[in-house]
């Protein structure tokens, strides 16, 4: 019988199983990664990576999902320069998301068989896509009505922006630069205003 690990272990068990698979293979195609070697490398057996993860495509999803968190809690580490323009900065933020996977995928043999997946999984990436942004989004709504801002946000709007954003992201490879950045900028801008409204309160006299 395998161990029992606490939710604790079990997260610190993830999280070197990514970075170790990141470690490894960062440069490579995702099909030379071993699951055998991998798991050697973090000291669990084969049978409990596959308690984690059902397949190399799921875990390489989640690879996804934790440098994509880690690069918006960079991006958001500063609330304060989203003030001068709300609504702008969050086009921003989607789009140099997007745009920072695509250029990946021009350089990188793993980030171009990561869209390949994707494409595969496009329910499984979208909802992966947009689970990074929602928690941070709401964070951030609550900022700018915390420091003087109207926002009305239709989250189910955003959400379908998003997941588009991440449909587009999947096809980019059909689209010729710098055409697909022209589309990507203009669908997100465009969309983006038909679902979140910010504007300043007027100050009472």
């Known amino acids: 019988m ?21 470690n490894l293979y960062h440069d490579d195609n995702v099909k030379a990664l071993n699951i055998r070697e991998l798991t050697g490398r973090v000291g669990i057996s084969l049978g409990c990576f596959y308690s984690f993860y059902k397949d190399k ?24 320069a989203s003030l001068s323009d709300p609504a702008g900065y969050l086009c921003d933020i989607i789009y140099n998301f997007i745009s920072d996977m695509k250029n990946k995928a021009g350089s990188k043999k ?20 947009y689970s990074l942004l929602e928690n941070t989004l709401k964070r951030l709504v609550g900022y700018w009505q915390n420091n003087g801002y109207k926002v009305t946000a239709d989250w189910k709007g955003i959400s379908s922006v998003i997941t588009a954003g991440g449909c587009l992201l999947t096809g980019s490879v059909q689209i010729c630069q710098p055409y697909f950045d022209d589309m990507l900028r203009s669908f997100i801008d465009v969309n983006i205003a038909r679902y979140l409204t910010v504007s300043k309160r007027s100050k009472r006299t």
């Open 2 to 22: 395998g161990k029992a690990y606490t939710e604790e272990e079990r997260e610190n068990i993830r999280v070197r199983l990514l970075e170790e698979a990141l």
């Open 57 to 80: 495509d799921a875990m390489i999803l989640d690879i996804v999902r934790y440098r994509g968190l880690q690069k918006i809690d960079i991006a958001f580490n500063d609330f304060s």
């Open 110 to 129: 793993m980030y171009e068989d990561v869209l390949t997946i994707s494409a595969r999984k496009t329910s499984e990436y979208v909802d992966a896509f």
